[in-house]
């Protein structure tokens, strides 16, 4: 009896034991399994990365590596993408550049509201006009906020510490072609008096709305530059005008109260300034080529083949525009026949006109496209002779700035 419960015992233990053993065989083999799918599905799924993003590479840890360029790798990449085209690497580079541009911007910590915790002197006192009296400023405090306008720099006077007297504002414009370190500005509203010159004996009134343009420079946090000239370009072209370097005054700068300091920056801010206005002169100058590249001479028509009638042309023009000390270049016929005007309500012919266009270099050396017109008076059987009818004015493509070539 001993010997079948014993027998029966180890029977049980085998049969539990090898129950065990196969339970973890399977749970082996299980995991092995799952094993295998992740790291199938871990290596689709970088593969898929690696499709998406386009790059060239063997995985996602490469890839992240190459989605970074250097300017001259990224010509590089253009090259070999596009090596018959070179415009097209061009424009893509430029596209990559003014991108590269946008960011950094938008990376930029935006300044905070901030004043001067003191007054810094300036070098020369402003005559500050406030309702009916006029004060004399020495001392100012500094302001620096963002608006809906951009930037601002004010000018806050010792005798009136909340009155923004003086705003100058930036643009990104003007922060993108600043001397690195510095930011230029423009003054938008108030005005005020100094004198100006060697000796300054010259008293200057300034404001904005003047043909004198006024411009800050924010050398550090407490030292601003207040400089004015003469200026080019009103803003046309899409881009800022620019000082004539001839013209640069420093009229003031701000800052601490020793006399040293304001002498150092009276000397060291005139070459900051002219290095910012030649920038400025040298876009202004790109933009106004460029536009001024797209400005052809029109095509001329089957009448400039009248040589009567382009000999008259020429003729009153060349004495029309010499009033005004230009010179004729180029002179054609537009038109391909006459155009008839009639009497809106009789229906009777009264003249008839052609137009033409030609080109002149006035007094300053700047050339300039512009159109005329030609009639010939109906007498009832006939027209009559010829009569200038004048440059045309305000009718575009006419009176824009060309390139003289």
Request: hydrophobic share 35%; aromatic share 10%; with cysteine.
């Amino acid at each position: 009896m001993k010997k079948i419960i014993l027998l029966f015992v180890l029977a049980l233990c085998y049969t539990t034991s090898h129950a065990q053993f196969g339970n973890m065989l399977k749970k082996k083999a299980k995991a092995a399994v799952e094993k295998k799918l992740d790291k199938k599905e871990s290596s689709n799924s970088s593969s898929k990365s690696e499709n998406a993003s386009g790059m060239v590479g063997s995985s996602s840890t490469e890839n992240s590596s190459k989605t970074e360029y250097t300017d001259e790798e990224f010509k590089a990449e253009l090259a070999k993408k596009y090596p018959n085209d070179q415009a097209k690497q061009d424009l893509y580079y430029q596209k990559y550049l003014e991108k590269k541009q946008q960011e950094a911007e938008a990376n930029k910590p935006k300044p905070a509201n901030t004043v001067s915790d003191e007054f810094l002197y300036m070098s020369y006192p402003f005559a500050m006009t406030k309702g009916m009296s006029a004060v004399g400023v020495d001392r100012v405090k500094i302001r620096r906020q963002m608006t809906d306008m951009g930037d601002n720099v004010d000018l806050l006077p010792a005798q009136d510490p909340e009155y923004a007297w003086l705003r100058f504002l930036t643009t990104p414009e003007l922060v993108a072609m600043s001397p690195e370190g510095y930011i230029g500005y423009e003054l938008v509203s108030g005005m005020f008096t100094t004198k100006v010159g060697a000796d300054r004996s010259q008293t200057l009134e300034l404001g904005t709305g003047m043909p004198i343009l006024v411009r800050g420079m924010l050398i550090a946090d407490d030292v601003f530059v207040i400089y004015a000239a003469s200026h080019q370009g009103g803003h046309a072209f899409n881009v800022p005008s620019y000082m004539i370097q001839e013209d640069i005054t420093i009229l003031n700068v701000i800052g601490k109260g020793e006399q040293q300091f304001h002498l150092d920056w009276l000397e060291k801010a005139k070459p900051i300034v002219k290095e910012f206005e030649a920038t400025l002169k040298a876009n202004y100058d790109a933009a106004a080529k460029s536009t001024m590249d797209a400005i052809k001479m029109p095509k001329a028509g089957s009448m400039n083949s009248n040589a009567s009638l382009v000999s008259f042309a020429k003729e009153n023009v060349s004495k029309t525009i010499a009033k005004d000390g230009a010179k004729l270049l180029k002179l054609n016929i537009e038109s391909n026949d006459w155009s008839i005007v009639k009497n809106k309500y009789t229906g009777r012919i009264l003249y008839r006109w052609i137009k033409g266009a030609f080109t002149e270099k006035n007094k300053n050396n700047d050339c300039y496209l512009q159109g005329f017109l030609i009639k010939q008076q109906y007498n009832g059987s006939g027209y009559g002779s010829s009569q200038f009818g004048g440059i045309i004015h305000g009718q575009m493509p006419y009176g824009q700035q060309m390139n003289c070539e």
